[in-house]
């Protein structure tokens, strides 16, 4: 099966600019997360959607960063202005409600954002 | 308060040894799940193996075990046989809540492996 499809993979742009990132998440996974991951951390996570609804945003700096998940398939995430501490890869991944306790997340390749 | 501790930044391995990665926890949940992911340096995250707060056996998945101690709360992840191809980058995670919830992942700093030839 396809995996989890991201464009672009890699950005750059000037801050205060705007930018959006695409995800496809893996055919059937009802739940869909957008993870920002700043170089030498971990994931953190910025939005978790469930179908087309969301679950958590609450660590989504909502005055730059807005996402959508129309028809509760793919996603877009979108930061306007951006600003230097932005840089980040953006990682989506998604997941499969009934697939075991695991409810293991699949990671699509990530965008690599670089803001200067 | 980190949820996900892993104190190892980096850690050297000769190829074919065994190798195991540090991770420490803390939740006041009683049900939850640990991951472990490899990260090459392409960015892809790539699950290696899950273990549940219930489970009572250590979980395996080929060369990869967890040395799961809840009384310790500690996840450690051990790598048999180590290969080159295991240089990367592993993140230790964790999901509270419900069993079997689609909750978001916690992740730690994550410990980066070079295995030496």
């Known amino acids: 099966e396809a995996g989890v499809a991201q464009s672009p993979r890699y950005k750059i742009i000037e801050k205060r600019q705007s930018v959006a990132f695409w995800c496809n998440p893996i055919?059937?996974?009802?739940?869909l997360y957008w993870y920002q991951q700043i170089l030498g951390q971990g994931p953190k996570l910025l939005i978790q959607?469930?179908?087309?609804?969301?679950?958590?945003d609450s660590q989504l700096p909502k005055d730059r960063f807005s996402a959508e998940r129309l028809k509760g398939v793919d996603s877009t995430l979108k930061i306007q202005p951006a600003k230097l501490e932005d840089s980040a890869v953006y990682l989506c991944a998604s997941s499969f409600p009934g697939g075991g306790n695991t409810y293991e997340q699949y990671f699509g390749p990530g965008t690599r954002l670089t803001v200067t | 308060a980190q949820k996900i501790t892993q104190t190892q930044p980096g850690m050297f391995v000769q190829e074919k040894e065994a190798v195991t990665l540090d991770c420490t926890y803390d939740t006041s949940d009683q049900s939850y799940g640990l991951f472990w992911y490899k990260q090459p340096s392409s960015g892809e995250m790539i699950f290696l193996i899950y273990q549940g707060s219930y489970d009572e056996q250590n979980a395996t998945e080929g060369r990869y075990s967890l040395n799961f101690q809840k009384a310790r709360k500690s996840a450690n992840l051990v790598i048999s046989a180590s290969q080159l191809g295991d240089s990367a980058m592993y993140f230790c995670?964790?999901?509270?809540?419900?069993?079997?919830?689609?909750?978001?992942?916690?992740f730690g700093s994550g410990t980066q492996l070079t295995v030496l030839p």
């Open positions: 959607f469930q179908n087309n609804g969301v679950v958590d």
């Open positions: 995670a964790m999901r509270e809540g419900i069993r079997g919830s689609a909750r978001q992942l916690t």
């Open positions: 055919s059937g996974h009802a739940t």
